[in-house]
């Protein structure tokens, strides 16, 4: 329960001895303290938050949108998610690198010394914060994939977790766990990391969240933009990751969660590297965001090609477990992530690829092709349909299902108020850049 998010809400509504009341009232019952106790600790958060509101300070003040970040799918890997992803790219405004978020890779990349150096990080899913180890195992995988498609070899990894006020420190050695089991598989060292509570004293329950960063070395890239027409699109099996154990834990299919626990991705790429094939091929990526339907959105807004998937073979990518359970559930396996590798190359390049993926133990199938044109479409019974990312990815839980995957009516304003919050972002952060730039001219 967030103290001071509850405190600001009910100080716009009740009187202040109300708020300390209910807040009491919810402190004692999640920390199983007596009022005395409880009352004190509300005091002391209606204080620091009365205290914090006025916001005198221009720095401390931002431009509300009015748009919640449940209402407009961010992190739900739609349309709403995507579009606050471009948003942000131009917060960032520009840069010297090479790759960043405009490019809609995973991966930013940045070129020092004739060298390539990739840096990633993926956060935890957020269903899995019971459940430290496999968040930790997939997290982790999911960051060193995004390496990988860059065309880049990881040479480190780190860690960032966050519990709550009440969590068990278990959780901490448990989620280490789960990261370094995927890198002692790939002789990828945990470098370093930071450790801390969710909000400090203000957060209490027992929540966990944090990310994975990975940094990988290369002298070639492999980036989305660089598909060209008339190349092939394979893509290895997938099991899924975090999405699919989550779909697995939450549906009462826990058996599944055993499929997920591979590193097939990551050894098709050695493989890949192995056989010298990284400087010919096209373009790599991992089939995550929101699924195919949204990844080859993003790929063919950045290559400027038309992606096409053939249905069944594209089906075939998918392991036959994970198939099962998706279609049983009614889960649209091309609207969630299933965590496989992407690869676009010229068909000679291809034949290769899938041999020396093939040579490593792991499944690989043509799926599709690059043509001339725009967008992304599949081929189901001869005939070719628009394929296009829903306003949420499938929907692969109980709740989702209840959330629903429908775009709301009011978007398109939803979307304006985004345009606005984004555009005072950039405009603050000038401000303050030139302000220190005065105060220390030597920053000019």
Known sequence: MDLEGFARRMLS???EEEVKRLLAERIAEIKGWD??????WAEAVVLEVKNATSKSHPVLDYSPSGVSMGEFGVGSRGRGDFYVHRKIAEVIGESDAVLSTKDLDDAGVVKY??????????????RLSEYPFVAGFHVTRAAMRDVYVMGAKPVAVFSDIHVADDGDVSKIFDHIAGITAVCDLTGVPLVSGSTLRIGGDMVIGERMTGGVGCVGVSEHI???KNAKEGDLI??????GGGTIVTTAIFYGMHELIDETLNIDFLLSCEAIFSAGLVEKIHSMSDVTNGGIRGDAEEISAVSGKAIVFDYEETRKAVNPKILRMLEELEIDFMGVSIDSLMVIAPPEIAEEVKRAIRGAGVKVVEAGWVEEGKGAYFVKNGKKELLKPRFRESAYTPLKKVVGERTPPDFEEMRRKVDQAAKAAI???KKVVERIKKRNPTQE
Do not use: F, M, Q
């Open 427 to 429: 405009e603050k952060k």
């Open 113 to 126: 010394n004739g060298l390539y150096i990739s840096v990633a990080i993926d956060g935890i899913h957020s």
């Open 234 to 239: 394979l893509l290895t099996e997938g099991a």
């Open 13 to 15: 509504r009740v009187g």
């Open 35 to 40: 009022a005395d106790r409880a009352a004190k």
């Open 222 to 224: 492999t980036p989305r």
